[in-house]
């Protein structure tokens, strides 16, 4: 398969390593609109064919993906071009900055019979993986509460310093992760209230989330995330869960201990992820999970068939996202359709 890939910033890299370690994919041609940055990544990887124009690398090459790496506001516009050229396109979250964007993108790829895949990778990590198969095996019974935190003090701004700048912060950038968490975990969301803090003064939008969501079949929700928690053990970028079932319970707790009560009794067991040969602690967890939702992409695309977070499905997280910056203005819960 000959992949091309838009965007060679600072996550872009953990993809074209991910692409490397899959058989049969091949990373073809680069694009980047910053030609240091398109040099700079073509070097690392060997990558000859490069272009500062999306639109010039459609023209030129004959591609069966094309993997936009971009940061939201040019989604839209790539989407919509990958959608003219007939090329199946992976995009980034946040999917983009609207659900009118969202909408129109979601339409453009169905309407070119494309696979539009996005790249939300939380529900692809080991640890969370591990979760999802306690609750397919029953063993806790039908999950009726749940909590799923995501609190840290890591400076994400180093590395991504437009996170600091953007008037919306952490539900736009991380929260989106945990709510598509959330809704993997117990089902689609109905009704969603939130609370939203800023406790550091040198960035612009919330960096404290508190969501409370009202799963369909029922069950509710915390959803909880901050990078203003000074914590004993920092423990970015781990997912902490919380589920209590009709007949158990699980708790996935620091350093990746998954514990599970059930009519048997309690198990504890590691479900730390590997750390692949490229990867560096602690970004290790998300690392690997991008291998994973890239190896789940080539096999639907091979298959035919339609990915997990396909746009359709993360039209569903995006409007969680929206429903919570409502929300947190209003303070009412806002209803879902
Ligand atoms: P970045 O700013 O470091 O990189 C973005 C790159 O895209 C830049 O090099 C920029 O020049 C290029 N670019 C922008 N518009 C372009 C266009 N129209 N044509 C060609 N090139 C263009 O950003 P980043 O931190 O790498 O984030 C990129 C995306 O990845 C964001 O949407 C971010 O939310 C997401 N991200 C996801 C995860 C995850 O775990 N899924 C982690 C980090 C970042
Ligand atoms: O996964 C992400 O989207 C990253 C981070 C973990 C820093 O929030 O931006």
């Given amino acids: 398969?000959?992949?091309?890939?838009?965007?060679?910033?600072?996550?872009?890299?953990?993809?074209?390593?991910?692409?490397a370690?899959?058989?049969?994919?091949?990373?073809?041609?680069?694009?980047?609109?910053?030609?240091?940055?398109?040099?700079?990544?073509?070097?690392?990887?060997?990558?000859?064919?490069?272009?500062?124009?999306?639109?010039?690398?459609?023209?030129?090459?004959a591609l069966d993906f094309v993997d936009i790496a971009t940061t939201?506001?040019?989604?839209?516009?790539?989407?919509?071009?990958?959608?003219?050229?007939?090329?199946?396109?992976?995009?980034?979250?946040?999917?983009?900055?609207?659900m009118e964007d969202a909408r129109a993108m979601v339409d453009a790829a169905e309407a070119a019979g494309i696979a539009l895949m996005v790249h939300e990778n939380f529900r692809w990590q080991t640890p969370i993986?591990?979760?999802?198969?306690?609750?397919?095996?029953?063993?806790?019974g039908r999950p009726f509460w749940g909590r799923i935190s995501f609190r840290s003090g890591y400076d994400v701004f180093s590395g991504q310093p437009y996170l600091a700048t953007g008037a919306r912060f952490i539900i736009e950038d991380l929260g989106i992760h945990i709510l598509d968490v959330a809704r993997c975990l117990l089902g689609?969301?109905?009704?969603?209230?939130?609370?939203?803090?800023?406790?550091?003064p040198a960035i612009r939008g919330e960096d404290v989330a508190t969501m409370l969501l009202d799963h369909a079949d029922g069950a509710v929700s915390v959803v909880d995330c901050s990078y203003a928690s000074r914590l004993a053990r920092e423990p970015f970028p781990e997912t902490f869960i919380e589920i209590d079932g009709?007949?158990?319970?699980?708790?996935?707790?620091?350093?990746?201990?998954?514990?599970?009560?059930?009519?048997?009794?309690?198990?504890?067991?590691?479900?730390?992820?590997?750390?692949?040969?490229?990867?560096?602690?602690p970004w290790h967890n998300i690392q690997e999970s991008v291998l994973n939702i890239q190896r789940h992409w080539v096999r639907t695309l091979r298959a035919r068939t339609t990915p997990d977070t396909s746009g359709r499905d993360n039209l569903k997280?995006?409007?969680?996202?929206?429903?919570a910056y409502e929300?947190?203005?209003s303070g009412a819960a806002v209803q879902l359709g």
């Fill in 327 to 329: 929300s947190a203005a």
């Fill in 188 to 200: 689609d969301a109905t009704r969603l209230t939130a609370r939203t803090q800023r406790i550091n």
């Fill in 317 to 323: 997280t995006l409007a969680l996202v929206h429903a």
């Fill in 72 to 98: 939201p506001p040019s989604h839209r516009y790539l989407v919509e071009q990958a959608a003219r050229h007939r090329v199946p396109v992976v995009c980034q979250k946040p999917f983009a900055p609207s």
């Fill in 1 to 19: 398969m000959r992949g091309a890939l838009i965007g060679c910033g600072f996550f872009a890299v953990n993809q074209l390593h991910a692409w």
């Fill in 246 to 281: 009709t007949e158990g319970s699980l708790r996935l707790t620091q350093d990746y201990r998954l514990g599970v009560t059930g009519s048997d009794g309690t198990s504890e067991q590691d479900v730390s992820p590997p750390l692949l040969p490229w990867a560096s602690r």
């Fill in 129 to 140: 993986l591990a979760v999802r198969d306690v609750l397919a095996s029953g063993s806790i």
């Fill in 21 to 61: 370690d899959i058989d049969d994919v091949a990373i073809v041609a680069l694009c980047d609109r910053d030609p240091a940055r398109l040099a700079l990544v073509g070097e690392q990887f060997g990558i000859a064919a490069r272009y500062t124009d999306a639109e010039a690398m459609f023209a030129a090459q």
